[in-house]
């Protein structure tokens, strides 16, 4: 098991930035792929970036450019640094974690642009 805590979340203009972190319980080296998903009000919850153990990145097409995700191994820390900011990236984001066939959640940070 392990618990995924994010933080970073808050309100910002378009084309402002904001960097969100997700602090894992255990040494992330243990966990097969983290990430970053997010869903907005009355929609799905989506992809929006993943980083496996051995650093392969991958971004939905909408954040492609925009967004970096990234991890620290020795603060079991991944973050994802969001650029270029629009009022379609508001949402709860929310941090993954897959350890083998298990995925975990966090509770999720509120990101909220304005036009």
């Known amino acids: 098991q392990v618990q995924l805590v994010e933080s970073g979340g808050g309100s910002v203009q378009a084309g402002g930035s904001l960097r969100l972190s997700c602090v894992a319980s255990?040494?992330?080296?243990?966990?097969?792929?983290m990430g970053w998903y997010r869903q907005a009000p009355g929609k799905q919850r989506g992809l929006v970036a993943t980083?496996?153990?051995?650093?392969?990145?991958n971004y939905a097409d909408s954040v492609e450019g925009r967004f970096t995700i990234s991890r620290d191994n020795a603060k079991n820390t991944v973050y994802l640094q969001m650029n270029s900011l629009k009022p379609e990236d508001t949402a709860v984001y929310y941090c993954?974690?897959?350890?083998?066939?298990?995925?975990?959640w966090g509770q999720g940070t509120q990101v909220t642009v304005s036009s």
């Open positions: 255990k040494s992330i080296r243990s966990i097969n792929a």
């Open positions: 993954y974690g897959r350890i083998v066939l298990y995925d975990y």
């Open positions: 980083i496996t153990s051995g650093g392969s990145t």
